[in-house]
RNA sequence: GGCGGGUUGGCGGAGAGGUUACGCAGCGGAUUGCAAAUCCGUGAAGACCGGUUCGAUUCCGGUACCCGCCUCCA
């Protein structure tokens, strides 16, 4: 079997990978909290693990592995858009608002990241359908002395935790020497974090011993990943940045309530995205969502490719050229594997991702061995379909497109982009052969590059040889342009 | 202030203590009426300063710069 290896955050060094039960391999990945459409940012935790729940897949079995990420609905920021849509008249409770508000904001969430070729998970958990599991979770953190009930809040008690920092290497004393820490009056202790918060009747609220109120931001992730994956699972997935607090707490929490299970077992964590160098920010204008690249035309196969080829654990630069620089590859690897059925990857793809999801030395690897099939490709072109060499170069191309596919890239499903547009552009191509005939006599090329400048307005590809003339219609394709015959 | 990540040729980026990485772009050539496509060839690197070593881009220490977290954040 495929050894994996993953940087494990928690030990700061590469781990081999061993399952707790490689019959029910579990992993969680903290998802959006569904306020608005996804950023370009959000999509690069997506797109990374999406890679590790396929290299888990073909390595353990697709029935085997269980991969869950939640989707957060209870937030401030929801609650801000529900109730500026009723100031603005909107219709239904503040309730329902809210439920509208993340429906649709699940929906955009879905139809974003399946245009990044990424699988749904297996499961997607909202926060608000497991409000009895964390009620159930914090009472029980009381009951153990790690939490306290104050004035319609529960807190965390974070000193009863010795191992508080582990994972993000601080210490509390140095974090409250760091003096950046919220002091309310209802906390024993600087550092200690809300597990339960109160609700006035302009939020929404769930009854709880506490009084009404709504979960705090950490809880609902460790509660989801118990009930859905036990007290002890695999992997656990985020973005650096999720690493403190978020992460740090989680595990506060989890082992707190489960002491029996050790929760996470390997920590995974992407670092940041850029974009032309510099931090994405609504301030610099450089903020763009998902969205606005696809509508931009650049397809979501091409901003996959872009993401890995970072590794994961390294900040990714966002930049036009490298989009530009994908597409080509792009074209060219579909143009190379058009109608290729995939078959299984190849051992340099396997052994790249499985050293840590070596994303970019498995596409430096396909870049490379793109090339000399496209060679092979060219030199037995002549050959019958039955041919030996014409048969292994047909498998080495099967193998090529299961490599990609492996990392999501390559799928039939999502060539949609690149396919060249239908057209018979024969009598067009006749025609100008004919002109060019005649100008090899007249010497007067005038008419041919007259016809030749118009079709490559109307966006065709002109390709003439000794062989003969050639139209390839382009991605920019427009019939209405077309010079008249 | 505390903690963490990064810095390889025009761009992306890999492995390895000593042998051309590779891809893209560029340049030169072939081919072409001209192009396109294709093919052949080719220059170019390891932020800076020290140390270890016969030898370092690769190991160690320091400096600079960039980025992130410490507050909502992927």
């Known amino acids: 079997m495929t050894e994996i290896r993953l940087h494990n955050t928690k030990t700061r060094t590469k781990e081999v990978f061993v399952p707790l039960d490689p019959q029910n391999l579990r992993m969680y990945l903290c998802g959006p909290t569904v306020y608005d459409r996804a950023h370009l940012g959000n999509a690069r935790p997506v797109v990374v693990f999406d890679v590790l729940f396929r290299l888990l897949r073909l390595v353990y079995g697709a029935a085997h592995v269980k991969y869950v990420r939640n989707f957060t609905d209870v937030d401030d920021k929801i ?3 529900a109730r500026a849509r009723k100031e603005a008249g909107a219709e239904g409770t503040l309730e329902e608002l809210i439920r509208a508000r993340t429906e649709e904001t699940i929906a955009w969430y879905h139809a974003d990241m399946d245009a990044l070729g990424a699988l749904r998970p297996t499961l997607e958990p909202r926060a608000t359908d497991f409000i009895g599991a964390m009620i159930a979770m914090i009472a029980g953190l009381i009951e153990s002395g790690h939490a306290y009930a104050k004035d319609g809040h529960v807190l965390f008690r974070v000193r009863s935790y010795t191992n508080y920092g582990a994972l993000s290497g601080r210490s509390v004393d140095d974090m409250i020497a760091g003096a950046r820490v919220e002091v309310a009056p209802f906390k024993e202790d600087p550092m200690d974090f809300v597990l339960w918060k109160p609700s006035d009747a302009d939020l929404p ?3 709880s011993p506490w009084g009404r109120g709504r979960p705090g931001w950490h809880i609902e992730c460790s509660a989801m990943s118990y009930e859905l994956l036990g007290a002890s699972f695999d992997i ?13 707490n989680e595990i506060a929490q989890s082992c707190c309530a489960h002491p029996e299970g050790q929760f996470a077992r390997y920590w995974l964590h992407n670092e940041m995205l850029q974009v032309e160098g510099k931090k ?10 998902v969205r606005d690249l696809l509508d931009k035309g650049i397809p979501g196969e091409v901003i996959r490719f872009v993401f890995l080829q970072t590794h994961y654990t390294k900040p990714m630069d966002w930049t036009q050229r490298k989009a530009d620089d994908a597409k080509r590859a792009l074209l060219r690897w579909r143009s190379l594997t058009e109608g290729v059925i995939a078959t299984y990857p190849g051992p340099e793809v396997l052994a790249a991702l499985s050293d840590d ?3 970019a030395g498995a596409l430096n ?14 030199e037995r072109a002549h050959l019958a379909a039955d041919h030996p060499e014409k048969l292994k170069l047909n498998e080495q191309l ?3 497109v299961a490599s990609a596919q492996l990392m999501g890239l390559l799928e039939p499903a999502m060539g949609a982009w690149a396919a060249a547009p239908q057209a018979d552009l024969s009598a067009h191509a006749a025609r100008l052969s004919d002109l060019r005939a005649a100008a090899m006599e007249t010497k007067d090329f005038a008419p041919v590059d007259a016809m030749k400048a ?4 109307a966006g065709v590809e002109v390709r003439m040889s000794k062989a003969g003339v050639e139209l390839l219609p382009g991605a920019g394709f427009d019939a209405a342009k077309l010079p008249p015959l």
């Open 79 to 81: 609650n801000a858009t």
């Open 205 to 207: 609220g769930w009854d």
């Open 236 to 248: 656990h997935a985020g973005g650096i940045d999720l690493q403190f607090p978020h992460h740090e």
């Open 280 to 289: 994405m920010s609504k301030s610099l204008g450089n903020f763009f969502t």
């Open 357 to 359: 999801l070596n994303t």
């Open 365 to 378: 690897f396909l870049q490379h061995q793109g090339q000399a099939l496209g060679q092979l490709a060219k």
């Open 398 to 400: 099967a193998e090529f």
């Open 454 to 457: 118009a079709l490559l307005a």
